[in-house]
T-cell receptor
C-alpha cells in the first residue's frame, strides 16, 4: 500500500515570496491533516479536512496560509507571503476517517525562508 | 486538551527492554492514550493506543496505571532502529464526532547505545 506522498521534499525561498506544498493521501482516506513542525518541537495541527470540507483550521494563520482539498483527494497548502518564522517542516497526514485512531504521515516538506 | 509530561531524553542499551514513562494526572474519562514516534528525518509513526487495559501489538506494549494518571510504553527488545522521539498524547473521543485532534508535546528522545 502506497503511503502519503508529499512534494517537494525541500524548498528554499526568500521572505515575502510565496510557496505551495502538495499532498496525496493514502487512497480511500477521507480525513487529511496539515501540520507544521518547527525545529525542536512536536508537530502542530494547522488544518484538518474531512473529504473536501474543513473540520478544524483554528491554528491556521489565515492572513498568509491557505489550504484546499477541492476534490476530496489531494491537497495543497500555500503560504503567501512567507516570513522567516515559517521555516519548518510541513507534514501531511491522512486517516480513514475521524473515528480511526491511526494517522499516517508523509515524509514532510522542509521549508527554509531566508 | 489534557497535558502529558515526559522526560526529555532517555538512553538504553541495544537488545534490552526500554520503558518510556508518561504522566497525565489530569486525564479525563474519555481520553485515550496514544503513542507516536518520529524517526530522524521522517514523519511521525503510530505506535499504540489504549484506554484502560494494557495493550500489546507487534511494535510495543502499553501499560496503563489503574488510576490512569500514568502510562508506560514498553519496547521489549530495543534495536538501533528504535532511536526516535516518542510522543505520548491524550486524545479525546467524542461520539457522533470522532477523535479530537492530536496535540504533540516535545516528547522523549530515545538514544540506543550499541
Amino acid at each position: 500500500e502506497a503511503g502519503v506522498a508529499q512534494s517537494p521534499r525541500y524548498k528554499i525561498i526568500e521572505k515575502r515570496q510565496s510557496v505551495a506544498f502538495w499532498c496525496n493521501p493514502i487512497s480511500g482516506h477521507a480525513t487529511l491533516y496539515w501540520y507544521q513542525q518547527i525545529l525542536g518541537q512536536g508537530p502542530k495541527l494547522l488544518i484538518q479536512f474531512q473529504n473536501n470540507g474543513v473540520v478544524d483550521d483554528s491554528q491556521l494563520p489565515k492572513d498568509r496560509f491557505s489550504a484546499e482539498r477541492l476534490k476530496g483527494v489531494d491537497s495543497t497548502l500555500k503560504i503567501q507571503p512567507a516570513k522567516l518564522e515559517d521555516s519548518a517542516v510541513y507534514l501531511c497526514a491522512s486517516s480513514l476517517d475521524r473515528t480511526t485512531n491511526e494517522q499516517f504521515f508523509g515524509p514532510g516538506t522542509r521549508l527554509t525562508v531566508l | 486538551d489534557a497535558k502529558t509530561t515526559q522526560p526529555n531524553s532517555m538512553e538504553s542499551n541495544e537488545e534490552e527492554p526500554v520503558h518510556l514513562p508518561c504522566n497525565h494526572s489530569t486525564i479525563s474519562g474519555t481520553d485515550y492514550i496514544h503513542w507516536y514516534r518520529q524517526l530522524p528525518s521522517q514523519g511521525p509513526e503510530y505506535v499504540i493506543h489504549g484506554l484502560t487495559s494494557n495493550v500489546n501489538n507487534r511494535m510495543a506494549s502499553l501499560a496503563i496505571a489503574e488510576d490512569r494518571k500514568s502510562s508506560t510504553l514498553i519496547l521489549h527488545r530495543a534495536t538501533l532502529r528504535d532511536a526516535a522521539v516518542y510522543y505520548c498524547i491524550l486524545r479525546d473521543f467524542i461520539s457522533n464526532f470522532g477523535n479530537e485532534k492530536l496535540t504533540f508535546g516535545t516528547g522523549t528522545r530515545l538514544t540506543i547505545i550499541p
